[in-house]
């Protein structure tokens, strides 16, 4: 091991910063669009079970490769597997997050232009129609949209060059307490909104019809997203636990922050679309064209409390994309300099060029560029989907097959009970063995298919 690399301070601090790259937009805009498209409470059941059959397993299985090696994505695998095609996974793993920073950038750009709005103007509409073309016309705009995706993505450039620890983890050890306060509290108050019951009912009665093969693989899909799985983030940031750290451990507390969050934010979003009498399945429109609304019909009557809670809302979001963000700078970072022995500071300018030119193409095929289409998709889509339904269910995949049937068992156990001593940890690890060995890889090719038909 590299005796110079950071490390994160302890188990806490690598806790907060995984569930830092876990938690982000896909727990506030993806999930809970996700719940009012797919069935309310049958897929948060799906989901559930997605988590913790398979994306636990895939989450632990690229935890162990970092961990044990303590390098980024195509270091570790050029260590365990020297000389072999794996190195591609690693290249890939070091591309695919990238890919996803610029459109991600976008989004929390606009989110950054929310909150802007939500501190200064608030929100007027007296029609959801309103507030749809609003926000058409802002994403389409070349300029303000462009403007915000730099600030976001310099605030991540900024971050990610301080360090691991005085960067990274500062950031997140900060942040991550206080984003769990913030969605506990907008909860607390949607759920006394008149007419939020119904919203509640939604997120627990559950409709069984509504478990359909493509809802099985959109849970899988939005659980691969939420954990930021397959993609080389949660390898790359286990490679700065500490050796004498468990992964299991870490891996089990940030994956169970994950999920809380997600369904704090769910019970947190619902309840005011329902107490608003809106339909749930507004689709990802949903947290900048019907919250905007909601927050200006609580408006009317009670001014003060619907611009206080839509502020608090838009910093959850904007703080929760950074940290989600910046994990998947560091991967890019973490390459170029261990492997390229590049300077921090250069890494993080070079990674910030090339995520800021693509994510621009992506801002701007709202606008100027919606002409190009890349099968079908605007450039913005074609990199959601390119990502979101292939490179990280391949990758994830790969993940599996290299741990379940390429890396020494042995390794792999030691890596669950610290060397055989935990003997709880040993039954865990026979289940997960299991699950990874031959559960994952043929679900993950199903939810490969079904997201190619689709
Ligand atoms: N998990 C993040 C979210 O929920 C997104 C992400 C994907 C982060 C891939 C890192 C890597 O928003």
Redesign the pocket.
Known sequence: MDRKRELFGGRGAAILAMAG???????IW?FPYMVGQTGGAAFIILYLVCCLLLSLPIFLAEAVIGHRTHAGTFGALEQLAPGTKWKWLGLLTVLS?LV?LSY?SVVGGWSMDYLWRSLTAGFHADAIGTVSSEFGGFIASPWAPLLCHTLFLGGCAWIVSAGVKSGIEKFNKVTMPLLFVLIVVIMGYSLTLPGSSAGVSYMLKPDFSKITPSAVAAAMGQSF????LG?G?ILTYASYVHEKENILVTGLGTVGFDLLFALIAGFAIMPAVFAAGIEPGAGPGLIFETLPYIFAKMGASAPWLSSLVAVLFFVTIVFA?FT?AI??FEVGVAYLVEQKGLSRRRATLLIFACTWALGALCSLSFGPLSGVKLFGLSIFSFCDMLTSNFL?TFGGLLFVLFVGWKMDRKAVRDEFTCGGTARFNCAVFDAFWLLLRYIAPPAIVIIFITNFLA
């Open positions: 790259s876990a938690i982000g937009l896909g727990n993806r997050p996803i991600y997203f939420s954990l930021s993609v983030t994309a989600s994990s998947m990280m």
